[in-house]
């Protein structure tokens, strides 16, 4: 077997699903993943009818392969341990669909994110501890893992049944966001199935070595994101944990949407760090180097470009992607 090659189509969510399938064959590429829920919308994957309906996922299906592509991968990344309303308790709805619409399907990974509680049982909204050196932050951090051990057994059993692998994406501002705190969840939590998704933009935003990180997760890593990040003159003073954004913008026009009714704030005029095109902050000796780390881990992991650079229009930062992702394979034979 070997890696497949694909991307992620959420970044080409004002196509039909046959218009986005075509942009990535077009550019070399022979897999795809489309989102079903959590923060974002699912515009290539109409859920309730393929939930209902075997001739709809047939015909579904069909679609790929009429191009040549393989749905390599459903993603419902959100909060589902959120305690704001229009979060939690739907995300996680959306979360145990998407496994349910996984396994109808085949499709063996479902990304998703571990997700952030509050910091108490009374607490309004989720609460991210960074660095507990105070004892209270380890108060915190209790609670909150005892409200995320039951809902992950509870959704490792459902994975299990429907034969299907989570992927938790090590994302700051979820529980698990590092090598060592997914360690901890495997712990706590004893997953038969769930593994990680192995996304190097945030752990390059962490400050944190990727290839490092992969030796160290082996096996555990279940799927891949292909994004890149790159670390700015700014982080010199304002360090990659810098919190001066500024408020949401007024006009609507000018918000980038962070999910559904939730938006980015404004961005600092010199920050620390950026999400960039790949390529655009590790050359393609770097990516060779990441492809032929995984690949000793497992050969047959499916890589995934997302592309969440503002810079580059949607379909430029998917061929960008994808010329630097392909010769990377091509320098490391994989």
């Given at each position: 077997?070997?890696?497949?090659?694909?991307?992620?189509?959420?970044?080409?969510?004002?196509?039909?699903?046959?218009?986005?399938?075509?942009?990535?064959?077009?550019?070399?590429?022979?897999?795809?993943?489309?989102?079903?829920?959590?923060?974002?919308?699912?515009?290539?994957?109409?859920?309730?009818?393929?939930?209902?309906?075997?001739?709809?996922?047939r015909?579904?299906?069909?679609?790929?392969?009429?191009?040549?592509?393989?749905?390599?991968?459903?993603?419902?990344?959100?909060?589902?341990?959120?305690?704001?309303?229009?979060?939690?308790?739907?995300?996680?709805?959306?979360?145990?669909r998407?496994?349910?619409?996984?396994?109808?399907?085949?499709?063996?990974e479902?990304?998703?994110?571990?997700?952030?509680?509050?910091?108490?049982?009374?607490?309004?909204?989720?609460?991210?501890?960074?660095?507990?050196?105070?004892?209270?932050?380890?108060?915190?951090?209790?609670?909150?893992?005892?409200?995320?051990?039951?809902?992950?057994?509870?959704?490792?059993?459902?994975?299990?049944?429907?034969?299907?692998?989570?992927?938790?994406?090590?994302?700051?501002?979820n529980?698990?966001f590092?090598?060592?705190?997914?360690?901890?969840?495997?712990?706590?939590?004893?997953?038969?199935?769930?593994?990680?998704?192995?996304?190097?933009?945030?752990?390059?935003?962490?400050?944190?070595?990727?290839?490092?990180?992969?030796?160290?997760?082996?096996?555990?890593?279940?799927?891949?994101?292909?994004?890149?990040?790159?670390?700015?003159?700014?982080?010199?003073?304002?360090?990659?944990?810098?919190?001066?954004?500024?408020?949401?913008?007024?006009?609507?026009?000018?918000r980038?949407?962070?999910?559904?009714?939730?938006?980015?704030?404004?961005?600092?005029a010199?920050?620390?760090?950026?999400?960039?095109?790949?390529?655009e902050?590790?050359?393609?000796?770097?990516?060779?180097?990441?492809?032929?780390?995984?690949?000793?881990?497992?050969?047959?992991?499916?890589?995934?470009?997302?592309?969440?650079?503002?810079?580059?229009?949607r379909?430029?930062?998917?061929?960008?992607?994808?010329?630097?992702?392909?010769?990377?394979?091509?320098?490391?034979?994989?």
């Open positions: 077997m070997s890696l497949t090659y694909g991307a992620y189509t959420a970044c080409l969510q004002d196509r039909t699903l046959e218009e986005a399938l075509d942009v990535l064959a077009g550019v070399g590429l022979t897999g795809a993943e489309v989102n079903t829920g959590g923060f974002i919308p699912s515009p290539h994957a109409p859920v309730d009818l393929l939930l209902t309906s075997d001739r709809a996922r015909d579904y299906l069909r679609i790929f392969a009429d191009r040549g592509m393989e749905l390599t991968g459903l993603t419902a990344s959100g909060n589902p341990l959120s305690p704001l309303p229009t979060e939690g308790l739907g995300h996680a709805e959306s979360l145990r998407t496994i349910e619409l996984a396994g109808l399907l085949g499709v063996r479902v990304v998703a994110m571990s997700g952030t509680p509050g910091s108490d049982p009374g607490a309004r909204y989720p609460s991210w501890v960074v660095n507990p050196w105070n004892g209270i932050d380890l108060e915190v951090l209790a609670y909150q893992w005892s409200v995320a051990v039951p809902f992950w057994k509870e959704i490792d059993a459902l994975a299990r049944a429907r034969d299907v692998q989570v992927c938790l994406e090590m994302h700051p501002r529980l698990v590092s090598p060592l705190t997914f360690e901890r969840f495997l712990a706590e939590v004893e997953p038969t199935h769930i593994g990680v998704n192995l996304d190097p933009s945030h752990l390059f935003w962490q400050q944190m070595d990727p290839i490092a990180c992969i030796e160290r997760l082996g096996g555990h890593i279940r799927h891949v994101h292909a994004k890149d990040t790159a670390v700015l003159p700014g982080a010199a003073v304002r360090g990659v944990l810098d919190t001066a954004f500024g408020p949401v913008p007024e006009d609507p026009a000018a980038v949407p962070t999910g559904i009714g939730h938006f980015c704030a404004s961005w600092p010199d920050p620390s760090w950026r999400f960039v095109a790949l390529g902050g590790h050359d393609v000796d770097y990516w060779a180097r990441f492809l032929a780390a995984l690949a000793a881990v497992d050969s047959d992991l499916h890589v995934n470009i997302e592309h969440e650079d503002a810079a580059f229009g379909i430029e930062g998917i061929e960008r992607g994808a010329r630097t992702l392909l010769a990377a394979a091509a320098a490391a034979g994989v």
